[in-house]
């Protein structure tokens, strides 16, 4: 597809769980970032890809979190134990170039920890 | 450092009617600013971008903000508003990492 994917579309998940949420971004993109969207919220940046370099993971908020990517292209957003309050949309995004380049995002993945 | 807020939370119009959507943005430096918009269950979508070329930037569906730097601000407006424009929007301040405002729902009454 032309756009920017993410699976799953809706993962529920009970406390303590690891999970993992994939992202594909557009083809050719340099840029990738991970976002966390509370409900009623703007989304809240989480880490930065150049190709697969993590170039900033400053906005992960527990050593939980885990993301990569590996080969440049498809990212993976882990989350480790669970807990309610990482109940979210999480968003994935992708630019062309570096990361002040336009982003284009796809449609989330809506995490819901029991 | 560098913060956007959108200064309604929530704002209903009549279709037909004018759509002002309000943000002011603080920044240290020139920034890029943008706009999205988000549907129910789909990804956010871009509508415009600023980034110094003109003050007036117009987008999709008839939608077009204009900086302020005197004002700060960078206000979404549309001469009228459809049915289908009933989202939630997004005002982005930009040096690199992108700043979200926490959001202004759009309803359009019929």
């Known amino acids: 597809g032309a756009g920017v994917s993410q699976s799953p579309r809706y993962k529920v998940a009970k406390r303590g769980q690891d999970v993992a949420l994939r992202c594909d971004p557009i083809s050719g993109h340099v840029s990738l970032f991970w976002y966390q969207q509370a409900l009623g919220q703007g989304p809240e940046f989480l880490t930065y890809f150049q190709n697969e370099a993590q170039l900033d993971k400053s906005g992960l908020p527990s050593d939980r979190f885990f993301a990569e990517r590996p080969e440049g292209s498809v990212s993976t957003l882990k989350i480790q134990r669970t807990q309610q309050e990482d109940s979210a949309v999480y968003l994935c995004?992708?630019?062309?170039?570096?990361?002040?380049?336009?982003?284009?995002f796809g449609p989330g993945t809506r995490l819901t920890v029991l | 450092a560098q913060s956007v807020t959108q200064l309604d939370s929530h704002v209903s119009v009549s279709e037909g009617t004018p759509v002002l959507l309000r943000c002011n943005y603080s920044?240290?430096?020139?920034?890029?600013l943008f706009w999205y918009v988000q549907h129910p269950n789909k990804g956010l979508q871009l509508l415009l971008k600023y980034t110094s070329a003109a003050t007036l930037v117009k987008g999709i569906n008839g939608f077009e903000a204009e900086f302020k730097k005197s004002e700060t601000s960078f206000h979404l407006t549309k001469p009228s508003a459809h049915m289908s424009d009933a989202a939630e929007y997004f005002c982005v301040v930009s040096r690199g990492d992108m700043r979200f405002g926490a959001g202004t729902r759009l309803t359009v009454k019929p």
């Open positions: 995004a992708s630019s062309l170039g570096q990361r002040g380049d336009t982003q284009y």
């Open positions: 920044s240290s430096y020139s920034p890029s």
